[in-house]
């Protein structure tokens, strides 16, 4: 049988079944949220993505252009929450239509942070990064958000890969 015609609403993706970073590194989401050669749908769904910043530099500008282009929605808002950047932390943000939120740095914490990023969130879902996580593939969310759709889950989580010039040791 013939694959079906690209509408406007579908978008090609590469298989990613046997990628375990694609699918987080977790086999059994392989499984369940497999992306083959068909068409992913674009779902009619916005996911809030909160990122706590502070002089991201050159790797947040990295982290934001894989979010923006993350393939299977209509519509990914990302939340900027920043604590005094002094780098082009923010000017990245606002090149990319970030929503940015300005804190002191002295009014910032972890759960501050997040939780003023998820109070000014559209979005039917919310995802919470930080600033260098890299996601592993341009399938990586749609893959998370298939789990919470497909399951009777509230939360996903997915392994992380340290960046090959971290420093493990600091």
Known sequence: EAAPEPSK???????????????CGNPAMQEVALVTEEFVSKEDTTISVVIPTKNGGEDFRRVLAML?????????????????????????????????IKILPEEFSHSYARNLGAG???????????????????????????????????????????????????
């Not at 958000?145 to 040791?169: G, H, M, R």
Request: glycine letters at 4%.
């Open 120 to 170: 000014h969130a559209s979005g039917e879902y919310l995802l919470f990064t930080v600033q260098d996580a890299l996601p592993p593939s341009d399938s990586w969310l749609y893959e998370l958000f298939s789990v919470i759709k497909n399951n009777d889950v509230v939360a996903v989580s997915c392994a992380e890969f340290p960046w090959e010039t971290a420093d493990l040791f600091y």
């Open 9 to 23: 609403d579908t978008e090609p993706s590469k298989d990613t079944s046997q990628d375990p970073v694609s699918s």
């Open 68 to 100: 923006k282009n993350q393939k299977g929605f209509r519509n990914i808002e990302v939340i900027v929450v920043d604590s005094g950047s002094t780098d082009k932390t923010l000017e990245h943000a606002e090149r990319l239509e970030c929503k940015v």
